[in-house]
Nanobody
Framework: VQLQASWGGLVQAGGSLRLSCATSGFTFDDYAIGWFRQVPGKEREGVSCISESDGSAYYADSVKGRLTISRDNAKNTLYLEMNSLKPDDTAVYYC????????????????WGHGTQVTVSS
């Protein structure tokens, strides 16, 4: 199982980014998959996840209405559309997958990619 997040960057507050997560080595649409973020000294946070069971999406309260998760099963790729970005969104963003469940807690995910840095300047 491989996941690789990309297309992070530096953006001004109010700006937008679209993260991608290319995956391989597993049946993409049979897995729970999601985006997580972490800043130094803090626990990794579940930002948005798609359930393995019914495909429903979860969003952390801090990102509702601004970030949108989506998946392209034909390309085995996960996306995170990020709009109205705030300095508090600055973090390393990771994509992760698991073969069971609907959780968006990082301890419930077994497969992780390397992160991509998102920096939002004020």
């Amino acid at each position: 199982v491989q996941l690789q997040a990309s297309w992070g960057g530096l953006v001004q507050a109010g700006g937008s980014l679209r993260l991608s997560c290319a995956t391989s080595g597993f049946t993409f649409d049979d897995y729970a998959i999601g985006w997580f973020r972490q800043v130094p000294g803090k626990e990794r946070e579940g930002v948005s996840c798609i359930s393995e069971s019914d495909g429903s999406a979860y969003y952390a309260d801090s990102v509702k209405g601004r970030l949108t998760i989506s998946r392209d099963n034909a390309k085995n790729t996960l996306y995170l559309e990020m709009n109205s970005l705030k300095p508090d969104d600055t973090a390393v963003y990771y994509c992760a997958a698991d073969d069971f469940g609907s959780s968006c807690h990082h301890l419930d995910y077994d497969y992780w990619g390397h992160g991509t840095q998102v920096t939002v300047s004020s």
